[in-house]
């Protein structure tokens, strides 16, 4: 069935290196992604977003590309610190579905020193 | 700290108990949703609502029961659940519906 993926479960960065998460979709008819952050204990957190008219979104020390060829995702994050250790997950919404925030299983990222 | 409070933040109930889940928002949002999150799953969306009314609900079984009294409020009953049940449930709410939605911190709940 139709599904929102990531390719990794786990990914280890050495501090200071730059960080690039992968998320895969496979609707079409997807027009909004968000990626999100949760730390263990907590909620997920809103990290950036982008609309299917964009190819890439900046914030701070992030960005976001979409492929929209390929339905493909990343999250990439410069200069990845240990506060960086956490869960990425990425979220669609699909168009007609407008209140449907459809979540992946998520990809944890390990912060090495 | 995200304007969206969850209440109480761990909890442990048998299965014959009654219990309740509060939500707050203090962001002014209109929407307002209601997601489990178990172990190696995804999130599940289970209600949504907008301007207090229910706007989607996810075939979720009945012993789960929302409430929303206003829009800053939102309440998940729990009566008669399994151990399944088990998990964190998340409050999440948005300025409207289909934009990105701002959680809590959730409420573990484990069901005995």
């Known amino acids: 069935g139709e599904s929102v993926g990531l390719h990794l479960p786990t990914l280890s960065v050495q501090e200071g290196d730059n960080s690039i998460i992968n998320c895969a979709y496979s609707?079409?008819?997807?027009?909004?992604f968000i990626w999100y952050k949760q730390e263990s204990g907590k909620g997920p957190q809103f990290i950036i977003d982008?609309?299917?008219?964009?190819d890439k979104r900046q914030g701070q020390r992030v960005t976001v590309l979409l492929n929209k060829t390929v339905k493909h995702l990343s999250l990439q994050i410069a200069a990845t610190q240990p506060g960086d250790s956490a869960v990425y997950f990425c979220a669609e919404i699909r168009s007609g579905t407008a209140s449907k925030l459809t979540f992946g299983t998520g990809t944890r990222l390990q912060v090495t020193l | 700290e995200t304007g969206v409070t969850q209440t109480p933040r761990h909890l442990v109930m048998g299965m014959t108990n009654k219990k309740s889940l509060k939500c707050e928002q203090h962001?002014?949002?209109?929407?307002m949703y209601w997601y489990k999150q178990s172990a190696k799953k995804p999130l599940e969306l289970m209600f949504v609502y907008s301007l207090e009314e229910r706007v989607e609900n996810n075939s979720v079984p009945s012993r789960f029961s929302p409430e929303c009294p206003n829009s800053s409020h939102l309440f998940l009953h729990l009566h008669t659940l399994q151990p399944e049940d088990s998990a964190l449930y998340l409050c999440a709410s948005s300025p409207g519906t289909g934009i990105k939605a701002f959680f809590g911190q959730g409420t573990r709940l484990t069901v005995v």
């Open positions: 962001l002014g949002h209109n929407a």
């Open positions: 982008i609309r299917s008219n964009m």
């Open positions: 609707n079409s008819a997807s027009d909004y």
